[in-house]
């Protein structure tokens, strides 16, 4: 163990000689090759390689790594005999030689950026060295900025600091980039300041901070800033941002704007809106609303609701604003304008009741902001323009419900109407009801005989030995007959009056027997022969031209009485029979609506009429 430690010192001593010696020396013919420069990263392990070549079968001497400058050189550690030699001990931990003589280095910091020289000892063949320069480097943290205050006033004489942004624990020392709406800032006297302050770790990482301090425009509130970080790292330039942020610019109010939010729509009753006021200054101006003196009111975002707007809602509004910063006040004015359209009326008002012939004249009227139409409807179908309808000469046909619409053409699908009931008091006007009228002898049937009629009516049957039942609904009247079948009966049909004080009207139910034109028919016609078929079709139809020639003789003079219920019934017009359909649909009494009407007159409220844009019926005349 001491001869061992002997030898090695001598070794050192020779190694140290070498070194002193081969400084300079011309002698050194041992190339040694080292890359210029090598890159680590702080905190990771460093490769400084070194390489030269060995004749065959011979050996290195020594391996020396040096730190240092050009002039002052320090042993690290050295190589002999395969035995790693450590200059001093705090270097074992970090330094080690590895098996093809690169310097290993764990762990960088940035104390380790220095030339490193490789010194190669050959014995005979000589001494060579070179050298590589170690530069270490470290991303710094992502950069971050501080706002310096909450609010910049704009127009201020002076520079502002407006925010600080920091890198930290970089290496080398980065630098810091500020850039306004993409745009780098580059300092200017009166405009832009920027201040760095490099602050060196006790890790020896460096942290950058750097100020800007600018001149506040009130353009500067749309202005996008950010800070950018430029780094070296592996030798490679590199770069980051930080996040980007706007800036708070505080200025007075110049422009003061009070308006309707729609501003292009007209206003109608029940509409909702809102006024609203503005000042362009920021922090906005402390506003006061009000439409008289006596009713102001402060409101924090200058509005003014309306959730229903009224007709006395009408008038000018007033806003002021004060500036809180500079005291001053502005002031602005709007005028509201609300349009109306009151549900009309109608006169004669309530449900009319003129007789057959009469004339009727139907005034509407109503009141509303604009220019107003008139029409008048019926069953949905325009019968009239204008405000006024004048029913002459009124028949049964003419019942029926009534409706003025009023719209006011500025306001298109703005509508409001009232209807009237009008029935006419007429005799009674039968109702046709589809009825088997084919009957057996001897059963007993039932018969319905139906009437329309204002006044009240009775009904009769032209039998007495039956039973009658009858029933009604407003203004509808049923009677159905159960009647046994005689022959009488059969040969003279059934009569039923309806009658009332206006007059009366009677229909008569012809009666047949069910067996005549049923199966047996048929049968007799497959009995006889053809012949006698073609025959008696001839015969027929030879009796059905002299008919009709008679008939049409008769018509011709005016001799023949056509049955005028008969008419009547068939030329009844359709709309008739759906008036009477409507009229059955409803289970009130005339009395009843007659009730009814007066409480439902009373109930149109302003609200619900203006609810709907559509069509608001709210008064049952009827
Ligand atoms: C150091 O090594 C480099 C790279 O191999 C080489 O180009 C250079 O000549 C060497 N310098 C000396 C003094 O040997
Ligand atoms: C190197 O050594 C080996 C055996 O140790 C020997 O065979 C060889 O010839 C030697 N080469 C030279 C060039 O001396
Ligand atoms: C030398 O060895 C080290 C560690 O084993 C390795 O990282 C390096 O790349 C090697 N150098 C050469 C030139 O082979
Ligand atoms: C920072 O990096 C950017 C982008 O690489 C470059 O344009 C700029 O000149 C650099 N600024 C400084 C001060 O290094
Ligand atoms: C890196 O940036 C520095 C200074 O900003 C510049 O001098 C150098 O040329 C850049 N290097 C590369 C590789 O872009
Ligand atoms: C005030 O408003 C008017 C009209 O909108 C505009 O022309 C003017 O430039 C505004 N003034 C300011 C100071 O914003
Ligand atoms: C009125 O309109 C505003 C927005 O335009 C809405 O917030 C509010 O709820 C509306 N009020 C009513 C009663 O409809
Ligand atoms: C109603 O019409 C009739 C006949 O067309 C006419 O004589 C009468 O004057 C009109 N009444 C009104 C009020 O227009
Ligand atoms: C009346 O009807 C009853 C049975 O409903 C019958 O017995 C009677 O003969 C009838 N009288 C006349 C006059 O038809
Ligand atoms: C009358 O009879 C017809 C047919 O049965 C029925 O549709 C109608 O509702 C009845 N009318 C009344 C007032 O009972
Ligand atoms: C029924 O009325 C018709 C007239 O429409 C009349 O000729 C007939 O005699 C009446 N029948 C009865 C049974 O009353
Ligand atoms: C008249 O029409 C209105 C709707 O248009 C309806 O509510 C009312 O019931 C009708 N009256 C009658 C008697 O048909």
Redesign the pocket.
């Known amino acids: 163990m001491g001869c061992g430690r002997l030898r090695s010192l001598a070794l050192l001593g020779c190694l140290l000689l070498a070194s002193s010696c081969g400084r300079g020396d011309a002698e050194t013919n041992v190339e040694v090759s080292m890359p210029d420069v090598v890159e680590a990263e702080i905190g990771e392990t460093a490769v400084i390689d070194c390489e030269f070549s060995l004749p065959e079968n011979s050996s290195y001497t020594y391996i020396n790594w040096f730190s240092g400058e050009k002039m002052t050189r320090k042993r690290l550690i050295s190589l002999i005999q395969d035995k790693e030699d450590w200059a001093e001990d705090q270097y074992r931990d970090r330094l080690n030689i590895a098996k093809n003589f690169s310097l290993v280095i764990k762990k960088v910091t940035p104390q380790d950026a220095k030339l490193y020289i490789c010194q190669v000892g050959l014995g005979s063949l000589g001494v060579g060295e070179n050298r590589t320069k170690l530069q270490v480097s470290k991303a710094p943290e992502l950069p971050e900025f501080q706002l310096a205050k909450d609010g910049f006033r704009a127009a201020e004489p002076t520079l502002q600091e407006i925010a600080t942004c920091t890198a930290r624990n970089g290496f080398p020392a980065p630098s810091i980039v500020w850039y306004k709406n993409r745009e780098a800032l580059q300092p200017k006297d009166e405009e832009t300041g920027i201040h760095a302050t490099v602050i060196t770790e006790s890790s020896g990482l460096i942290t950058i901070r750097s100020m800007l301090s600018a001149r506040v425009a009130k353009e500067d509130r749309e202005a996008q800033f950010h800070c950018q970080v430029n780094y070296t790292l592996m030798g490679k330039n590199k770069t980051a941002v930080s996040e980007s942020f706007r800036i708070n610019v505080l200025y007075a109010t110049?422009?003061l704007?009070f308006t309707l939010d729609q501003p292009n729509q007209e206003l109608k009753e029940g509409d909702n809106a809102t006024l609203v006021c503005e000042g362009?200054g920021n922090p906005p101006p402390e506003y006061t609303l009000f439409k008289t003196e006596d009713s102001q009111y402060s409101s924090p975002d200058g509005k003014m609701l309306f959730p229903s707007v009224m007709r006395n809602d009408s008038g000018l509004y007033w806003c002021k604003a004060l500036d809180l910063h500079t005291l001053e006040e502005l002031i602005a004015s709007v005028d509201l304008m609300v349009n109306y359209l009151d549900v009309p009326t109608i006169f004669p008002a309530g449900p009319q009741q003129p007789a057959e012939g009469e004339d009727l004249v139907l005034t509407c009227s109503t009141t509303g902001s604009g220019p107003l139409k008139f029409q008048w409807q019926k069953k949905g179908k325009l019968i009239a323009d204008g405000a006024v309808l004048n029913l002459t000469f009124i028949t049964y046909e003419k019942m029926g419900n009534y409706t003025c619409v009023v719209t006011m053409p500025d306001f298109p699908g703005w509508v409001r109407s009232r209807h009237i009931f009008i029935a006419v008091r007429a005799k009674p006007q039968k109702v046709h009801l589809e009825q088997n009228l084919g009957v057996r002898e001897g059963e007993v049937v039932d018969l319905t005989c139906s009437f329309y009629s204002v006044p009240r009516m009775n009904i009769s049957w032209s039998t007495s030995n039956s039973t009658v039942h009858t029933s009604r609904r407003k203004n509808h009247y049923n009677s159905t007959l159960s009647v046994l079948v005689t022959k009488e009966i059969l040969k003279s049909g059934l009569n039923c009056t309806g009658e009332n004080e206006l007059g009366s009207e009677n229909q008569h139910f012809p009666l047949w027997l069910k067996t005549k034109e049923h199966p047996d028919k048929t049968e007799t016609i497959t009995q006889e022969s053809k012949g006698v078929i073609i025959v008696a079709v001839i015969v027929c139809l030879l009796l059905f031209a002299v008919l009709g020639a008679v008939l049409y003789f008769l018509h011709k003079k005016g001799k023949l009485a056509c049955g005028r219920s008969g008419k009547q019934e068939i030329t009844r017009p359709e709309a008739h029979k759906d008036e009477i359909v409507v009229e059955v649909k409803s289970d009130k009494l005339p009395e009843e609506a007659g009730l009814l009407q007066g409480a439902n007159g009373e109930k149109r409220s302003p609200g619900d009429q203006g609810a709907n844009a559509g069509l608001t019926l709210d008064q049952e005349t009827g």
Do not use: E, L, P, R
């Open positions: 110049q422009n704007s362009d």
